[in-house]
């Protein structure tokens, strides 16, 4: 019936018949059809459209979407290679990747994605990246590296960045003899050029883009903590620390035009500190009024699981942020947070060293040539996929703790009212019974 929309099933794979100067059969094979996407794969398949329109989807499709050289598809289709690259610019308008685009892909092991999301995303990524992160580039591509020994900022990265691309990892050894976890990841400079920019993407101009941000830096690089006067009165911060103004200074206009009362310091370069000297400015942004600390907590979605807590615990002590928070009320469930941050911590390190001395065995043997070229790949690929096994361990067997944590929390302040001065040693012993379970 004509205009009629026609879809060959797909047991046997298509055939299309294309004029290269003269008629080609074209064999297309279920196999191949199958790793289209699906708005590709109905055009292929769509009888009702000439030859010559479903392979150019299907060309570009593969070209493009799947890094297929036009010297695989030539052999694919058994069509001489500058027959079908005079055909896709002439007949079919398609485009051909640059030597450039060519030679990086060629280059590659792993796909990688175009960015395609919204100016959120966009912030979330370029914070993450020079925040706790750095970015170099490399050729035609962007590198972005994380150094860290905390599992669940790993496991952050990977789960930020791996939508656009290959994400590895390793265990590494630094200068200071510490181990930690290395992450990294190749993006196409042509899509994630603005990673280098020395300036925020886009604008912080709505509360969407300012708090995202700031889950993501909090995370990355800042801080938000409790501490005490004479172990009586409590002072609560929420901090962000970083040598580039250029990543603070934004945050610290978006808050103060939202009405935080918000501090910006830098420390001069050369300052030692019990850290050691500072190689640069050193930047630091801090909210202290409790009120504000209360409202902007309140706004946040932290994913750390220490820093989420510690958000929780100084939400609930923050009820009533006129009156006093006495540090005995708070000591106990912030300590324990503390401690556990630690354990996990140690945890971590531990797997670090054990995976990190079995990574060197097998670099010297690639050194002596007691292994080929392929096998040493192999078990760098095994050692990678070991590595995120162990990640996602540690991270399941904390994340029971953390969650136990959090309910004691949670019940201690259903249980509690606020306290007053006159009382505080009594409810200090009230709230060491309400912990314990007793």
């Given amino acids: 019936m004509t205009g009629e929309r026609v879809t060959r099933p797909l047991q046997a794979g298509i055939k299309l018949t294309v004029n290269f100067g003269k008629p080609r059969e074209i064999i297309i094979p279920k196999e191949l059809l199958m790793t289209l996407s699906e708005e590709a794969r109905k055009i292929v398949t769509d009888e009702a459209l000439s030859a010559e329109q479903r392979l150019k989807v299907l060309i570009e499709e593969l070209h493009w979407g799947k890094s297929v050289s036009v010297n695989k598809l030539?052999?694919?289709?058994?069509?001489?290679?500058?027959?079908?690259?005079?055909?896709?610019?002439?007949?079919?308008?398609?485009k051909v990747r640059d030597r450039i685009t060519a030679s990086q892909l060629a280059s590659t092991k792993y796909a990688k994605r175009d960015f395609d999301s919204d100016d959120v995303e966009k912030l979330r990524l370029w914070y993450f990246a020079h925040t706790d992160g750095s970015v170099i580039r490399n050729h035609q591509q962007v590198e972005v590296i994380l150094m860290t020994p905390d599992p669940y900022l790993a496991l952050l990265f990977k789960e930020v960045?791996?939508?656009?691309?290959?994400?590895?990892?390793?265990?590494?050894?630094?200068?200071k003899g510490r181990y930690v976890w290395e992450l990294w990841i190749y993006l196409p400079l042509r899509s994630y050029w603005?990673?280098?920019?020395?300036?925020?993407?886009?604008?912080?101009?709505?509360?969407?883009?300012?708090?995202?941000?700031?889950?993501?830096?909090?995370?990355?690089?800042?801080?938000?903590?409790?501490?005490?006067?004479?172990?009586?009165?409590?002072?609560?911060?929420?901090?962000?620390?970083?040598?580039?103004?250029?990543?603070?200074?934004?945050?610290?206009?978006a808050l103060k035009q939202r009405g935080y009362r918000v501090h910006l310091y830098t420390t001069p370069k050369g300052t030692v500190t019990h850290y050691g000297s500072y190689n640069n400015d050193?930047?630091?942004?801090?909210?202290?009024?409790k009120t504000d600390i209360k409202r902007l907590?309140?706004?946040?979605?932290?994913?750390?699981?220490?820093?989420?807590?510690?958000a929780c615990l100084i939400r609930r002590a923050l009820r009533e942020p006129s009156k006093p928070v006495y540090w005995s009320s708070i000591e106990l469930i912030y300590g324990e947070i503390e401690a556990l941050h630690e354990e996990m911590l140690k945890e971590?390190?531990?797997?670090?060293?054990?995976?990190?001395?079995?990574?060197?065995?097998?670099?010297?043997?690639?050194?002596?040539?007691?292994?080929?070229?392929?096998?040493?790949?192999?078990?760098?690929?095994?050692?990678?996929a070991e590595a995120w096994r162990v990640l996602e361990e540690v991270k399941?067997?904390?994340?029971?703790?953390?969650?136990?944590?959090?309910?004691?929390?949670?019940?201690?302040?259903?249980?509690?009212?606020?306290?007053?001065?006159?009382r505080i040693g009594f409810n200090s012993l009230a709230f060491k019974s309400i912990y314990n379970g007793s």
């Fill in 74 to 94: 030539s052999k694919c289709f058994n069509v001489p290679h500058a027959t079908l690259q005079w055909w896709m610019k002439r007949k079919m308008n398609a």
């Fill in 161 to 175: 960045f791996g939508r656009y691309g290959y994400v590895g990892v390793a265990p590494y050894r630094n200068d």
């Fill in 194 to 253: 603005w990673f280098l920019e020395r300036r925020t993407p886009t604008l912080i101009d709505s509360d969407v883009k300012l708090y995202n941000a700031l889950n993501i830096t909090i995370d990355a690089e800042g801080s938000v903590y409790a501490y005490s006067h004479e172990e009586r009165i409590t002072d609560f911060r929420v901090a962000l620390y970083n040598e580039k103004a250029y990543v603070i200074e934004p945050l610290y206009e």
């Fill in 282 to 289: 050193y930047h630091s942004l801090t909210v202290y009024a």
């Fill in 297 to 310: 907590l309140e706004r946040l979605e932290l994913s750390l699981p220490q820093k989420r807590l510690k």
């Fill in 348 to 384: 971590s390190k531990r797997v670090l060293k054990s995976l990190h001395e079995a990574w060197q065995a097998l670099t010297e043997k690639r050194k002596r040539k007691q292994i080929t070229r392929t096998q040493y790949e192999e078990e760098r690929a095994r050692f990678r």
């Fill in 396 to 422: 399941k067997k904390y994340d029971e703790k953390f969650k136990e944590l959090e309910k004691r929390i949670e019940a201690c302040f259903r249980a509690r009212k606020p306290l007053r001065f006159s």
